[in-house]
């Protein structure tokens, strides 16, 4: 499984509809996909500059449902786990 880095300015995280633990649980319900949530993993991350003020590591389900929610981010980096600080925020934990 990979985990794909997404950050957030300062700027985006005021913006609550850029919260995935809000908006996606909401998008799943009103779409009758309730059943996704077992495979999606989205776990956050303080950052540590303005343009870095929230990172996201998403799996390949909660990033293809991101996007399918009309976001558009961009994929800092992919590694095969989230980072030790970050915490989980939506789903299902990381298990190898």
Same mark, same amino acid.
């Given at each position: ?24 649980? $909401? ?9 996704? /949530?077992?495979?999606?993993? =989205?776990?956050?991350? &303080? ?16 990033? $293809? ?9 961009? /994929?800092?980096?992919?590694? =095969?786990?989230?980072? &030790? ?12």
């Amino acid at each position: 499984m990979a985990y794909h880095l997404i950050t957030q300015s300062a700027q985006e995280v005021m913006r609550p509809e850029n919260s995935p633990a809000r908006n996606m649980s $909401e998008y799943l319900e009103q779409t009758s996909q309730n059943g996704l /949530v077992s495979t999606i993993s =989205v776990y956050s991350q &303080r950052g540590d500059t303005a343009e870095r003020l929230r990172l996201y590591y998403m799996n390949d389900v909660a990033l $293809e449902l991101w996007r399918k929610m009309g976001h558009s981010p961009e /994929v800092r980096e992919t590694t =095969v786990r989230p980072a &030790r600080k970050a915490e989980l925020c939506f789903g299902v934990p990381f298990s190898e």
